[in-house]
């Protein structure tokens, strides 16, 4: 069966390090992978979507890769800051042509100050 | 964007009865879904809904214990039906205005308590 994994360990870092969570996946060839952030009490936002041709994405301090040989995404935040404290959420999806994506179980982010 | 309004933000409700959960959209948008997220994990698609049309379930769930109704482009709602226990949990709508394979938007959840 379809199988999403991610750390399910809490993270936690020193303020001003890179941190970087992982996603891997089998049984499952997504078209595109998605990351999300969800804090306490409140729905996922989302962060960033990667294409299955596309190795690498940036937004502001976040970068996500995408391999699919490995099948696995790396999902970095550089500069971490406190407010980065959340549980992140990956998402592969459009396997086969479908619409629909399945999360992972998300990893939790502690930033120390 | 879409900003989504979700109501009730939270119910404590007593086995056996039901619970309505209303989603409204912003913009208009084709499909909506419904998500389930169970204490510390992550999110379970339940079903998803057209406007005009029934909506599609996911394994392990059916209609006589989730209906959703889809009565135009901007709402949608979810009973969750002769609740037990097991019910509780976070139920999250979910839109993707920018078409299929896009980013999406939740809104904030509503988190249900069975007693």
């Known amino acids: 069966s379809q199988k999403i994994e991610q750390n399910s360990e809490a993270l936690n870092i020193q303020e001003g390090k890179t941190a970087t969570l992982t996603c891997n996946y089998t049984?499952?060839?997504?078209?595109?992978l998605q990351w999300y952030r969800q804090d306490p009490g409140r729905g996922p936002v989302f962060l960033l979507l990667?294409?299955?041709?596309?190795k690498e994405k940036r937004k502001e301090r976040l970068k996500v890769t995408f391999d699919t040989t490995l099948k696995q995404s790396l999902f970095h935040i550089t500069a971490s800051q406190p407010a980065d404290s959340a549980t992140y959420l990956c998402a592969p999806g459009g396997d086969s042509g479908t619409y629909k994506y399945i999360f992972g179980t998300g990893t939790r982010l502690k930033v120390l100050a | 964007s879409a900003v989504i309004s979700q109501k009730p933000s939270r119910d404590i409700c007593q086995r056996g009865t039901s619970l309505t959960i209303q989603c409204q959209v912003d913009?208009?948008?084709?499909?909506m879904f419904w998500y389930r997220q169970q204490p510390g994990q992550s999110l379970t698609l339940i079903a998803t809904a057209n406007q005009g049309s029934e909506a599609t379930y996911e394994s392990g769930f059916v209609i006589d214990k989730f209906p959703i109704s889809r009565p135009n482009l901007t709402f949608s709602t979810l009973t969750v039906s002769n609740m037990s226990p097991e019910d509780s949990s976070i139920y999250l709508c979910?839109?993707?205005?920018?078409?299929?394979?896009?980013?999406?938007?939740f809104g904030q959840g509503t988190r249900l308590t069975v007693v």
């Open positions: 979910s839109v993707e205005v920018g078409g299929l394979n896009t980013e999406a938007f």
């Open positions: 913009s208009q948008v084709t499909m």
């Open positions: 049984n499952y060839s997504p078209a595109y």
């Open positions: 990667i294409r299955e041709n596309e």
